[in-house]
C-alpha cells in the first residue's frame, strides 16, 4: 500500500471514530433513559449508578398506563399535534405564496411586519392570548389547544423565502392554459416546496409535542391533558419515581424520534435549499 493511500485509511478510520463518539455521546442520554425505566427504586437511589440493571423490570411500562389515563394522555398529543400541524402548514403555505407569488399594494412591507412578531416573545403575548380565548368560551377547550398554534410568522417566512425560488416557468405555463391562482397553487407551487412542507411539519409536529407551558395555561380538566402535562404526575410532593417518568418519558420521544428518522432526509433538504435561495 503507497503512502498517500495508507495516508487516506488512517485519516477515514479516524474519522470514523470520532463520529462513532459523537453519536455515542449523543445517545448517552437516551440509554441513560432507558436504563433508568428498568430499574427499581433500590437501583436508582444506588451510589454504584449502573447503567444495567440487575434485572430488567418491565412492569414499570405497565404501571405507567396503570397509574395515569396515559392512553387518553397520549391521544390528546397524536390528535393537538396533528391538528396544529396540519393548520400550519396550510397556513404558511398560503401565506408563502400570497408574499412570495403574488403582487399586491404593500406586499413587502406587510411581510415585514408579520415578520416583526417573531421578536416578541411568547410569554409576552400569553396573557392577551389568554383573555382573548375566555371571552371566545375556548378555555379547556381543543380549540384553545389547536387554532392558537396554526399561524405561525416563521413558518410564513420558511415558505416565502423557499418559494421565491422556484422557477416561474411552469407557472407562466399554467397561467397560459387558463390556470387560476388556485390552480397554479395546488398542481404547481404544493408539488415543488415538499421538502420545505415536510421540514416544517417536522419542526411544528416536535414543537407541538413537546409543548408544555400553553396547554398548562388553557386547561385544566384531566381529560385534555397532554403528555407533558401529565408526567408531572410521577412527581410527588416528597418522591420523584424516576424510573416511571423515565418510562413515561421514553415513550413520549418515540413518535418525534421515528418521525424525525423518516423524514430527515427531507428536513435536511428543505433546510439547505431554504438557506440558499430568496
Known sequence: MSKSKRHNVVKTLSLYLVLIFVALFSLAPLLWMLSTSLKTDAEILSPSMSWIPNTLKWDNFAQVFER????????NSVFVAIVVTSGQVATSAM???AFSRLNWPGRDKVFIAYLATLMIPVTVTMLPNFIILR??????T????????????????????????LPRDLEEAAMIDGCSHVQIFFNVIIPMSTPVLATLSILTFMGTWR???????VTYSEDLRVLPIALYSFQGEYKIEYNLLMAASLMMILP??????FGQKFFVQGIRLGAVKG
Open 68 to 75: 395515569t389515563n396515559f392512553n387518553l394522555n397520549y391521544w
Open 95 to 97: 401565506a408563502g405564496y
Open 135 to 140: 371571552q371566545l368560551r375556548w378555555l379547556d
Open 142 to 165: 381543543y380549540y384553545a389547544l389547536t387554532i392558537p398554534a396554526m399561524f405561525t410568522a416563521y413558518g410564513t417566512f420558511l415558505c416565502r423565502q423557499f418559494m421565491m425560488g
Open 211 to 217: 409543548n408544555f407551558a400553553w396547554p398548562l395555561v
Open 256 to 261: 418525534s424520534l421515528v418521525l424525525f428518522i
